[in-house]
């Protein structure tokens, strides 16, 4: 399995534990849009993938996970026998990051910015005090 393309945020960490104090609608709410936000190098590593590296879709399950540290990582997935690491070829996580993941993050670097901003101006639109 390829390793995570990872978008770091100053003080995504903080907005995710405050998250934690609010209904879970708001929570989940919250989180699907920061997905949202590195969806484009998702779909961009994707398609890298298909173009540069194997035409099989199978091995192209690419997703998008939120974690609690502060992160946000874009990252293949991969299913069944080829989890078993006595199956997994070491230079194969190399060549996915090389052909895919890192020219897609870079590519998207503005956009995933941008959507950054939109996600942040939302919120302090829908929450703000006072």
């Avoid at 100053?10 to 919250?30: A, F, I, S, W, Y």
């Amino acid at each position: 399995m390829a390793g995570p393309t990872t978008i770091r945020v100053d003080g995504l960490r903080e907005l995710l534990r405050v998250t934690d104090q609010l209904p879970k609608t708001v929570k989940r709410e919250v989180r699907n849009e920061l997905r949202r936000v590195a969806e484009p190098v998702r779909a961009d590593a994707q398609a890298l993938f298909l173009a540069r590296v194997s035409a099989d879709p199978k091995k192209t399950r690419y997703g998008v996970s939120v974690r609690k540290v502060g992160t946000i990582s874009v990252e293949q997935r991969v299913k069944g026998k080829d989890r078993n690491p006595a199956r997994r070829r070491p230079k194969f996580t190399d060549l996915v990051w090389d052909r895919s993941l890192e020219p897609a993050a870079d590519r998207n670097q503005a956009q995933v910015v941008a959507g950054f901003n939109r996600v942040l101006d939302t919120l302090e639109r829908k929450w703000r005090v006072g």
